[in-house]
């Protein structure tokens, strides 16, 4: 058994000893937590960041009423674009498809966004100590991590299977401030170290509330990048008093990369006055114009 220091923490790694050597062959030790979690963070760095995406999302929010026992599903489809700089997203409830005036649209930073977990080339800023690590780029988790004080405990809960894929289960445990220090497990592939499935807590703001939320996001490569692509979280109503909770699930059925945009798309007074002009809808032109094209291609 080997003891890993990790500041103040001790994280035993139990490997099997070989057998005779005339008879076995030594098997390859898996490899510390830490390790682990820098090599998936160097892997998902590797992959480029798309400047912006354009996302059709199917939505389903299953709603249960404590008190009564009551429950419902509701699904819809949501498109959004984001632009990854600085994690604006523009919101519209639908697919609207005829391009002949903006719609109503929900512009500020994004909670579930393809790009929520993207690594940039350098750290992003710290500047605010109370900034959770999880939800604006795994980028600081990086940088914390692996310095002589850690923030986390980290410890190999086992290998498991993730559909077809073979992965090492990280379960982070946070040596102060849960709040901040927000990661609380990561799958991560055993031979190619890409990161396939996270759960982090969090809080989702929505009808004019907010409460905490627990949060798993799956990944997948889409066009040469690594992205978000399913996102299931918790969210409790304002005004429930716990009585009520909501589970959401987000799937993305369609993304596309598109170079640019303009900026007036991620600036809510500005769009508004777009949209008061009756201007014609500017993401509806890089969109299949039917929905039958993507439902054709079995993406939605």
């Given at each position: ?77 949501r498109r959004f674009a984001y632009r990854t700089a600085d994690h604006m997203e523009n919101a519209v409830d ?55 004080s850690p923030i986390y405990a980290i410890t190999l809960a086992g290998v498991e299977r993730l559909g077809v ?136």
């Amino acid at each position: 058994m080997n003891v890993r220091t990790l500041g103040a923490t001790y994280l035993l790694i139990v490997t099997l000893g070989a057998g005779p050597a005339a008879t076995t062959t030594a098997a390859t030790p898996t490899p510390a937590p830490i390790d682990i979690f820098v090599q998936a963070m160097r892997r998902l760095r590797s992959y480029p960041a798309p400047a912006y995406a354009i996302c059709i999302d199917a939505w389903t929010i299953h709603y249960y009423q404590r008190r009564t026992g009551q429950e419902f599903t509701r699904s819809s489809l949501r498109r959004f674009a984001y632009r990854t700089a600085d994690h604006m997203e523009n919101a519209v409830d639908g697919w609207p498809t005829d391009g002949t005036h903006l719609p109503n649209a929900w512009i500020g930073k994004e909670f579930v966004g393809p790009d929520a977990w993207l690594i940039r080339p350098k750290p992003l800023p710290t500047a605010n100590p109370a900034e959770p690590d999880v939800g604006r780029g795994l980028g600081v988790i990086d940088t914390i991590s692996v310095t002589a004080s850690p923030i986390y405990a980290i410890t190999l809960a086992g290998v498991e299977r993730l559909g077809v894929h073979t992965t090492y289960h990280l379960v982070f445990r946070p040596l102060s401030d849960p709040q901040r220090h927000n990661l609380r497990d990561l799958w991560i592939d055993t031979k190619t170290y890409d990161l396939w499935k996270a759960h982090y807590t969090s809080t989702y703001v929505a009808d004019g509330g907010s409460s905490p939320s627990d949060v798993t996001t799956i990944f997948a490569p889409v066009a040469g990048y690594w992205m978000a692509t399913e996102t299931t979280w918790t969210y409790v109503p304002p005004l429930a008093f716990g009585k009520a909770a909501l589970v959401l699930d987000a799937t993305t059925r369609l993304m596309v990369f598109p170079k640019e945009l303009p900026g007036w798309l991620f600036d809510q007074r500005r769009y508004d006055r777009h949209r008061h002009r009756h201007e014609p809808d500017y993401l509806a032109s890089l969109l299949p114009a039917d929905r039958d094209v993507c439902q054709q291609n079995g993406q939605c």
